[in-house]
């Protein structure tokens, strides 16, 4: 049981170019997340997903991209990078059965990916 | 809105001390859920505790432990006989509830060196 995957660890890129940043979970979690860490700071909600086919915007969304067609993979797509999106992205999935929010599980994270635009 | 504050920046102690790191939290929902995590050196988030806001009962888990109190928002983690190893950033979160989405609301974080 691996929990969740991201890859790549690290990347550089330049400015203009596009890169999609890979997650993956095997809990069999119906939710997931994308978040961003700045440094000093905590995380932002970039991106989330309730469930296979269903995506929704977070918080700071601008310059990315989300897909969700299965349970496991939720893959954030950056599109003509910028150095503002220098960052480390982190993925965290949980399982929320029906019954409404006392039932929330825990978000678990993926050990995240530093990213750097020049 | 809602929002998490902690306002400890930076937290330094000498080895064996008890450090409180504090959260305090804003929202109009009656119904959410506290986190604590914990971000090592090496980056990971690491989950520790998960409180819901109809449990005010305070917790301990070995060297840890949290106070929840609704009365003024707050959501303090104390960790008793402090070890090098716990140096780390810690993050309080808060989950919000609208449209179910469990999304969590991240405070700044605090810092703690812990030295030998």
């Known amino acids: 049981n691996a929990g969740v995957t991201q890859t790549p660890k690290f990347r550089i890129l330049k400015i203009g170019q596009s890169m999609t940043l890979q997650c993956t979970q095997d809990?069999?979690?119906?939710?997931m997340y994308w978040y961003r860490q700045d440094p000093g700071m905590g995380l932002k909600l970039i991106y989330y997903?309730?469930?296979?086919?269903?995506?929704d915007k977070g918080e700071v969304p601008n310059g990315y991209n989300v897909s969700r067609s299965t349970t496991e993979d939720f893959p954030l797509r950056l599109e003509l990078a910028a150095p503002s999106q220098t960052s480390v992205y982190f993925c965290?999935?949980?399982?929320?059965?029906?019954?409404?929010?006392?039932?929330?599980?825990?978000?678990?994270f993926g050990p995240g990916t530093r990213l750097l635009v020049l | 809105a809602q929002k998490v504050t902690q306002a400890q920046t930076e937290i330094s102690v000498v080895e064996k001390e008890d450090v409180t790191l504090d959260c305090v939290y804003e929202?109009?929902?009656?119904?959410?859920?506290l986190f604590w995590y914990k971000q090592p050196p090496s980056g990971e988030l690491v989950f520790l505790i998960r409180r819901n806001s109809f449990d005010e009962q305070n917790e301990i888990s070995g060297r840890y432990s949290w106070n929840f109190q609704k009365s003024t928002s707050s959501f303090n983690f104390t960790i008793t006989a402090s070890q090098v190893v716990d140096s780390a950033v810690y993050f309080c979160a808060l989950s919000e509830w609208g449209g179910n989405t469990g999304k969590l609301i991240f405070g700044q974080g605090t810092t703690l060196q812990v030295k030998p």
């Open positions: 997903s309730v469930g296979a086919g269903i995506t």
């Open positions: 929202t109009r929902d009656t119904t959410y859920y």
């Open positions: 965290a999935s949980s399982y929320s059965p029906s019954g409404g929010p006392m039932n929330q599980e825990t978000q678990y």
């Open positions: 809990m069999n979690h119906n939710y």
